[in-house]
């Protein structure tokens, strides 16, 4: 018998990891595309492009020592250039900004770990991968591969008990039978499968706020930027009427996310009525003084990006698995309950592992 696991992003791909390193027969599914989840790397031209997290606190453990066990500890890579700035307003120039403040500014909650990536305090470094986030996501999609066990354009929509375990449905009229389920999908997703399953509150998951958010990279030939930007990035003050809310020197912050020559930068875009690239480029301009077009812009649209937790949220979360203890073999993991950091999402997908492992009597 097989344990499922719903959801490929980094903490389904990291339970997986876990559950097949005790020799367990693990399928995973996931409704989108491609592997990675919010991880998206796009290698374009020689730029790395991170549509979504671009790093993770060097302080931090979880993903650094599965990478180490993946064999790709030697692509681990540190932040250049460090700290961040201010844009107050128009007509202002940006400003130094003390540690810590950055975050504050961006409304990024503390428990969540993911450090505001562009506002990298000084005394807290951050580290990514050589080619970029995809390199964990491509690591542990090949354990994945020989047997096949993972099967994307497969999206779940109930969970059912089964004569032993489980019963999985997908978008079409097909099943899968397993043993155990680990759902490793946005808290919203969880709380909609469980409330079928007959746990009614798991409807608690519905307080896990996913707020919508657009990255926008550009390239730009280094010339048209100027030579005198200070650290890896600027925040700008919540009163200044910008649409963009932070940018980020993708091509100083970390080596090789540019060609030699070549600039690239990513802003945090809100909500907008218009192209959101036209309008960072735009207001970037303005702030940093830019000259012409960018060579290219790409942006990603999060709908439902980063999670946010009301208070009593992990106790909240804690009562749903006693709740999930009393039924046959199932675990939640991923950035809806333990963290929304990808190191916090490596922890709680082999934890999740763990306890289904303990679970078959196999941990
Ligand atoms: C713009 C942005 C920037 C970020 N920056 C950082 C950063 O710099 N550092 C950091 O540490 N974190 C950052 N984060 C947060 C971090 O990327 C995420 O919290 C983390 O990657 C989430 O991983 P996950 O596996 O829990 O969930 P996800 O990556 O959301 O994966 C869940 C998977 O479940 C699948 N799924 C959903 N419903 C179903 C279904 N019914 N059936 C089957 N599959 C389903 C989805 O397709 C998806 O692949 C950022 C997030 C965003 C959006």
């Not at 080596?255 to 036209?278: C, H, I, S, T, W």
């Amino acid at each position: 018998m097989t344990v499922a696991v719903v959801g490929a992003g980094l903490a389904g791909l990291s339970a997986a990891w876990e559950l097949i390193q005790a020799g367990a027969e693990v399928v995973v599914l996931d409704a989108g595309r491609q592997p990675g989840g919010m991880i998206v790397t796009e290698r374009r031209d020689g730029f790395i492009v991170e549509g979504g997290p671009d790093g993770f606190l060097a302080a931090e453990p979880d993903i650094q020592e599965l990478a180490r066990a993946l064999g790709i500890g030697g692509r681990l890579v540190d932040q250049v250039a460090r700290g961040s700035t201010l844009w107050p307003g128009e007509g202002r120039p940006l400003e130094p900004l003390a540690e810590g403040k950055a975050a504050e500014l961006l409304g990024i909650q503390a428990n969540l770990n993911v450090g505001a990536q562009h506002a990298a305090p000084l005394q807290s470094a951050f580290r990514s991968f050589a080619a970029g986030m995809a390199d964990i996501v491509d690591a542990l999609v090949a354990c994945l591969s020989s047997p096949p066990r993972l099967r994307t354009t497969q999206g779940i929509t109930a969970v059912a008990p089964a004569p032993r375990g489980w019963r999985l449905s997908f978008n079409g009229s097909s099943s899968l039978d397993a043993e155990a389920v680990i759902l490793a999908v946005p808290a919203w997703v969880a709380a909609r499968l469980l409330a079928g399953l007959g746990v009614p509150a798991a409807r608690s998951l519905d307080t896990v706020i996913y707020a919508p958010s657009v990255t926008v990279s550009l390239a730009y030939r280094a010339d048209q930027v100027p030579g005198t930007l200070e650290g890896a990035g600027f925040v700008v003050a919540s009163d200044s009427g910008a649409a963009v809310r932070a940018c980020t020197y993708a091509w100083r912050k970390y080596p090789m996310r540019a060609p030699e020559g070549y600039a690239l930068l990513r802003a945090f875009v809100g909500a907008v009525d218009g192209d959101p690239a036209a309008i960072a480029h735009a207001e970037l301009a303005a702030i940093l003084g830019i000259n012409g077009a960018p060579l290219w812009s790409r942006a990603f649209h999060w709908p439902r990006g980063l999670p946010r937790y009301r208070h009593g949220h992990a106790d909240r979360v804690a009562a749903l698995r006693e709740r999930l203890d009393g039924l046959a073999p199932l675990a939640m993991a991923g950035a809806g309950f333990d963290g929304a950091g990808v190191s916090a999402c490596v922890k709680s997908g082999r934890e999740a592992g763990r306890t289904i492992l303990a679970r078959l009597g196999r941990g």
